[in-house]
Nanobody, 124 residues
């Protein structure tokens, strides 16, 4: 059974940092694109960042460029999201997701596996 388990969320003041981790089990995702999404009440789940197979390419939504960094450690079957200079508008539930294919995609429906989510709250 495939599982994605996020960790690292929490409460932080504006300007602070958090590092989210997503540990995968049940299959290897070294040849799959991975992504981080976020969702707030009443809004659709939006992509934050994505990383292709072998880290050959990455994608960031404009609002996080220069502040967030996505990375992967395929030996550990884990994906990370380093979040710096956090803003109150970054407050959301953050989800890790994985595709069954190696290239980047940017909408939730194109991802096959999902974690349970981790809450990130940024206070002003």
């Amino acid at each position: 059974q495939v599982q994605l388990v996020e960790s690292g969320g929490g409460l932080v003041q504006a300007g602070g940092s958090l590092r989210l981790s997503c540990a995968a089990s049940g299959r290897t995702f070294s040849n799959a694109a991975m992504g981080w999404f976020r969702q707030t009440p009443g809004k659709e789940r939006e992509i934050v960042a994505a990383i292709a197979e072998n880290s050959v390419s990455t994608y960031y939504v404009d609002s996080v460029k220069g502040r967030f960094t996505i990375s992967r450690d395929d030996a550990k079957n884990t994906v990370y999201l380093q979040m710096n200079s956090l803003k109150p508008e970054d407050t959301a539930v953050y989800y890790c997701a994985a595709r069954s294919a190696p290239w980047l995609r940017f909408t939730a429906v194109e991802y096959n596996y999902w974690g349970q989510g981790t809450q990130v709250t940024v206070s002003s």
